[in-house]
């Protein structure tokens, strides 16, 4: 692997790990080894030894709200007074599952500068025509499994909270309250806004994976109110079509992301060897 893909991959691994931190969203018991790992990934990827790093101290000023954002990321999700995710005696991550919306703002708000400089890389490298087949081909699947994934969790919450709108509106007579404007101003704008711009962003364009990401947010328009709801379905049903057809294709895109990954990984550690066998003995 060139050196600019090698530098670029560097930058690429930062990327997957902060991607990862979604899986603190999933309803299951999370070890604390992946999440010390995550964490060490993610504070040395701002090192100015390292890709990130370097760049991000080459543009201080175009990079400074990223990396205030970064160090907060790092302070509030990671850091040892979390209250977000909090390590336990026993081993664990014991995730407050009421502060998801943290979590999906840190993760979104940060991918796309972080995409951006990655982009920048790759556009780089083909300028200098040192662009190579197993970065080129990893980009947009990438960039797909992580919209869709994000997307995926992003609904599967907006649902929840949609949901939880329509049990208090109905309680009510069908009149707002100070509670379900609660949930409108504070859950569902919100998970409404980052789900627009995670569509708003995207490297790919193949129709299954953009109409998929096109199906939730017409959902979303027609739980504002802003459509009308497709055939009269019910909510439920629209949400189960929308939400089906973005985990088909996470099950798809997941397995073909980790096999170019490891691909590009294995080549870059293979190098790494190459270029450390080749030094002279100190």
């Known amino acids: 692997m060139k050196n600019i893909n090698q530098y670029n991959f560097d930058i690429i691994h930062v990327a997957t790990h902060l991607r990862d931190t979604l899986e603190y969203v999933l309803p299951r018991e999370h070890d604390i080894k992946p999440f010390e790992q995550r964490k060490a990934v993610l504070t040395k990827g701002l090192e100015v030894e390292t890709p990130l790093g370097k760049f991000l101290d080459a543009n201080k000023d175009k990079f400074e709200s990223f990396l205030n954002k970064y160090h907060e990321m790092l302070d509030e999700l990671y850091g040892d007074d979390s209250t977000v995710l909090v390590k336990t005696a026993d081993g664990k991550i014991r995730v407050d599952h009421t502060q998801h919306l943290k979590i999906y703002d840190f993760v979104?708000?940060?991918?796309?500068?972080?995409k951006d400089i990655i982009y920048f890389h790759v556009n780089l490298a083909r300028q200098q025509n040192e662009n190579e087949p197993i970065i080129e081909d990893l980009m947009p699947v990438d960039d797909r499994h992580y919209r869709l994934f994000v997307?995926?969790?992003?609904?599967?919450?907006?649902?929840?909270?949609?949901?939880?709108?329509?049990?208090?509106?109905?309680?009510?007579?069908?009149?707002?309250?100070?509670?379900?404007?609660?949930?409108?101003?504070?859950?569902?704008?919100?998970?409404?806004?980052?789900?627009?711009?995670?569509?708003s962003h995207n490297h790919f364009t193949d129709n299954e994976s953009l109409d998929a990401l096109d199906g939730c947010l017409q959902v979303v328009e027609m739980s504002e109110g802003r459509r009308d709801r497709r055939d009269n379905k019910n909510f439920p049903d629209l949400f189960k079509e929308a939400l089906d057809k973005v985990n088909a294709l996470v099950q798809k895109s997941g397995p073909k992301w980790q096999e170019l990954f490891n691909k590009a990984l294995q080549e870059m550690l293979a190098d790494i060897r190459k270029a450390q066998q080749s030094k002279p003995n100190a």
Do not use: H
């Not at 979104?108 to 972080?114: K, S």
């Open 108 to 114: 979104v708000n940060l991918m796309e500068p972080l």
């Open 151 to 199: 997307f995926l969790l992003l609904m599967q919450d907006f649902q929840k909270s949609f949901f939880e709108f329509q049990k208090v509106m109905g309680e009510n007579g069908g009149k707002p309250s100070p509670q379900s404007n609660y949930i409108v101003q504070n859950e569902l704008s919100k998970y409404a806004e980052l789900l627009r711009s995670v569509r």
